[in-house]
T-cell receptor, first 113, second 112 residues
Framework: EAQVTQNPRYLITVTGKKLTVTCSQN?????MSWYRQDPGLGLRQIYYSMNVEATDKGDVPEGYKVSRKEKRNFPLILESPSPNQTSLYFC????????????FGQGTRLTVV | GEDVEQSLFLSVREGDSSVINCTYTDSSSTYLYWYKQEPGAGLQLLTYIFSNMDMKQDQRLTVLLNKKDKHLSLRIADTQTGDSAIYFCAERPQTGANNLFFGTGTRLTVIP
């Protein structure tokens, strides 16, 4: 089954404790991205990747890092989480170019206390 | 990023039509999308329209695009309780690879 898998689904952590949210897709997609969803703000893009070893900042990259060492994986790293990073996070993937559907993971609800 | 705006809430009675509206700013958008988010789930693509089209119909869904006014709408005919969800419009600019810019989302509540 074609899917984007994020882990964990729920996470509560403390300020400053490094964490990683994993994202994996099994569709051989070149393009992957991370979004955060906040009430009244919709989805805002954090980082995206056009292919292996090619990442770029989205609209709200501050406080986040990503890596793309393999095509299927695109982890989101919070080196020193802060309460304003409490949010619902989505990973998405799609083929590059043309009108390609973006497939979304189930989301990771992160709370930073 | 681009500005994509939607109203936050819409309530309709079961069996009526729902119309969800969206405005965007990037006149070079190539594709415009409607995504549905059910509670506790990710986003699923409902439908899309290419920027050189005015209308697209897919069963109960009708998408209207007014490119001059940069206005997109989604009409759901015979709305059912299962249509209750958050609906996001998104645009894909001509530049920026596969990047999508999303609206704030409209929470549709269907009243039985």
């Amino acid at each position: 089954e074609a899917q984007v898998t994020q882990n964990p689904r729920y996470l509560i952590t403390v300020t400053g404790k490094k964490l990683t949210v994993t994202c994996s897709q099994n569709m051989n997609h070149e393009y992957m991205s991370w979004y955060r969803q906040d009430p009244g703000l919709g989805l805002r893009q954090i980082y995206y990747s056009m292919n292996v070893e090619a990442t770029d900042k989205g609209d709200v990259p501050e406080g986040y890092k990503v890596s793309r060492k393999e095509k299927r994986n695109f982890p989101l790293i919070l080196e020193s989480p802060s309460p304003n990073q409490t949010s619902l996070y989505f990973c998405a993937s799609s083929q590059k170019g043309g009108n390609t559907e973006a497939f979304f993971g189930q989301g990771t609800r992160l709370t930073v206390v | 990023g681009e500005d994509v705006e939607q109203s936050l809430f819409l309530s309709v009675r079961e069996g009526d039509s729902s119309v969800i509206n969206c405005t965007y700013t990037d006149s070079s958008s190539t594709y415009l999308y409607w995504y549905k988010q059910e509670p506790g789930a990710g986003l699923q693509l409902l439908t899309y329209i290419f920027s050189n089209m005015d209308m697209k119909q897919d069963q109960r869904l009708t998408v209207l695009l007014n490119k001059k006014d940069k206005h997109l709408s989604l009409r759901i005919a015979d709305t059912q309780t299962g249509d209750s969800a958050i609906y996001f419009c998104a645009e894909r600019p001509q530049t920026g690879a596969n990047n999508l810019f999303f609206g704030t989302g409209t929470r549709l509540t269907v009243i039985p």
